[in-house]
């Protein structure tokens, strides 16, 4: 990290835990006896307790979100572009709450966590989660820290779609549900990606049932292929030729199977890296979670009707270059919302990065969460 820490950081963070020792039913019919949760706080929350933002991780994301866990960090949490003091998620106006969600493995009860029943790791005996169980642990979570109402609840793609949960399973308790990125559910063809990821982890022979931690090893292999073609679908074509062209690392073509293309070393790079901090068991779980997210089921496909009785206020906002949750998703939100009447922002930003839009400082996108940030700083306790 930098020598010193940027004035415009939350600055050093300690991850701090929630122990929640009552049984937790979900939505696949089975039940956690107990979890732990893990996150983060930045900012102070005010005497009123109105100042509160939950922020929604997406699939490979976590707790840290903002600011730097020692001296020695190279790089900050995954959205500090947005958050800190006089940005756009301003910590001197408001108190950030950033929790790792049930299945994670940066320290919330997930598949490397101990079963009770067992006294071993869970692995494939962890239950798969969906997004409102998530949002119910999240609700846990706020009665811990005495929060009754957020001020808003916001995240990028999987996140975008756990700040739309919030805003239909628990109406009172938002103000604002800030959904940038996101899709109303999944198509075909991002299924499609995520079962390929699945198959790329469940086939590598390390793998052993997902009962890998027994034999002391990870599907290595599997897991660097379905980041590799992850991080491919988090980019936009522009993007990557921008940055790779056809570039060949040594100038020529070798006639061989070896990384040749930067490109190829790029995304080989990812995937090794992606291997050593990620587990397999949760990477399985958070694209099935992403898989079944579809609020309007219920509703005989209605995404207005399922939203019909939410309270809060809305800013969605989308990339041009982002085709895995295209500017055309976001807007489906967005007609669902205006057929019911609700009061809804949208803000389409030109961008080629891609689905990776979310995560970086763009200026136009950083003028508009910042714009409705300000909207969200305004109101108090309804």
């Not at 793609?157 to 949960?165: C, E, F, K, W, Y």
């Not at 070798?254 to 930067?262: H, L, S």
């Not at 003028?367 to 108090?380: I, S």
Request: charge should be negative; charged fraction near 20%.
């Amino acid at each position: 990290m930098p020598e010193t820490i940027p004035a415009d950081s939350v600055g050093l963070v300690t991850p701090q835990k929630l122990v929640h020792d009552t049984p937790l039913d979900l939505d696949c019919g089975r039940a956690l006896p107990a979890f732990e949760m893990v996150y983060e706080t930045y900012g102070q929350l005010n005497a009123q307790k109105d100042n509160a933002i939950l922020i929604c991780h997406a699939l490979s994301g976590d707790h840290h979100a903002a600011g730097y866990h020692s001296m020695e960090d190279r790089k900050p949490g995954w959205w500090d572009t947005c958050i800190g003091p006089g940005k756009p998620i301003d910590t001197n106006r408001f108190f950030v709450v950033a929790p790792n969600n049930l299945g994670g493995c940066k320290g919330t009860t997930g598949p490397m966590s101990t079963n009770p029943e067992t006294g071993k790791a869970y692995g494939p005996d962890f239950p798969i989660v969906t997004v409102s169980d998530w949002v119910h642990s999240q609700a846990l979570l706020a009665d811990h820290l005495g929060i009754d109402q957020w001020a808003a609840v916001a995240g990028g793609s999987l996140g975008g779609m756990q700040a739309l949960q919030w805003a239909i399973d628990y109406p009172d308790r938002l103000r604002h549900s800030i959904v940038i990125a996101g899709a109303p559910r999944l198509s075909a063809q991002n299924i499609g990606f995520n079962e390929i990821a699945r198959q790329a982890i469940m086939s590598d022979p390390d793998f052993h049932e997902g009962r890998y931690y027994d034999y002391n090893t990870i599907p290595r292999r599997g897991l660097m292929i379905a980041r590799m073609l992850g991080h491919i679908t988090y980019l936009s074509d522009l993007s990557m030729r921008a940055k790779f062209g056809r570039e060949l690392r040594e100038g020529k073509i070798n006639f061989g199977f070896d990384v040749e293309f930067q490109v190829e070393s790029y995304l080989r790079y990812q995937g090794k890296s992606f291997v050593e901090k990620f587990d397999a068991n949760t990477y399985l779980l958070m694209t099935k979670v992403l898989d079944y997210f579809d609020p309007a089921k219920e509703y005989d496909d209605d995404l207005s009707a399922a939203l019909k009785d939410t309270q809060a206020e809305f800013f969605v906002a989308a990339f041009t270059g982002d085709w895995r949750f295209a500017p055309q998703r976001s807007r489906e939100i967005v007609k669902a919302l205006v057929k019911g009447r609700k009061t809804v922002s949208y803000s389409e930003i030109t961008a080629h990065h891609g689905h990776d839009a979310f995560l970086m400082p763009i200026q136009d996108y950083m003028d508009a969460l910042r714009t409705y940030m300000n909207r969200v700083a305004q109101g108090g306790a309804q």
